[in-house]
């Protein structure tokens, strides 16, 4: 009696395994890529400039000055600005002596965007910007959430417009690949003043009839 009641109850499960197996491999389904942009404002600015001896050049009308002269006087336009000399950092990579002088690299921050063009008014002898970028805030968890959920509801909005195309109804999600989890956790250093991220994922959908 016991082997009877296995047979029937292991015919009866391979029974429903085969119904879900068949039911699977008619589902309709569509993968679709949800996508959302979001533009990010930089919040200051990163400036590399470079002090150096200045070469006398009775031509132009400029006189030699030695490296700390250049400095001192740099320092005190910056005050203009309501910087000091602690702001300004020093980038150990760039720091040369050679036939024309010694010559060190500085780094700047600021949230004065301005700034830039308002040292290169200075128009100092021996002062020389050399690079000047956009620093940014890292992205925040609820902007990094605003932007996979607008992702989301990009995905649905395109896969119910092909639902509708071809007659059928947009069913349940089946699957959702983030492609972009690690994308925005911070924002690098930029030319630009404004960063446009965008986030990513796969979804695929149900399709009913």
Do not use: P, W
């Not at 005190?76 to 980038?91: D, M, Q």
């Not at 830039?116 to 902007?143: F, P």
């Not at 930029?190 to 960063?195: G, L, V």
């Amino acid at each position: 009696m016991n082997k009877i009641v296995k047979i029937l109850l292991l015919t009866l499960i391979f029974s429903q395994f085969m119904k879900e197996m068949n039911a699977q491999s008619t589902e309709r389904f569509i993968r679709i890529v949800g996508t959302s942009k979001q533009k990010f404002n930089s919040n200051g600015i990163k400036i590399e400039l470079n002090i150096s001896d200045v070469m006398e050049n009775n031509r132009n009308g400029v006189r030699a000055m030695n490296f700390d002269s250049v400095y001192i006087k740099f320092i005190n336009e910056l005050r203009k600005f309501n910087l000091e000399e602690k702001n300004l950092e020093v980038n150990s990579a760039n720091i040369s002596r050679g036939y024309n002088g010694f010559s060190k690299s500085y780094f700047i921050y600021s949230g004065d965007k301005n700034l830039a063009e308002k040292i290169a008014g200075l128009k100092l002898n021996g002062v020389q910007l050399t690079s000047v970028q956009y620093t940014y805030s890292n992205i925040g968890s609820n902007e990094v959430e605003g932007m996979l959920l607008n992702a989301i509801n990009d995905a649905k909005r395109k896969a119910k417009n092909i639902a509708d195309e071809l007659g059928l109804k947009l069913g349940r999600i089946l699957n959702i690949e983030d492609t972009s989890g690690n994308c925005c956790g911070n924002i690098k250093d930029s030319k630009d003043a404004i960063e446009t991220i965008e986030y990513h994922v796969n979804i695929t959908f149900a399709l009913n009839e």
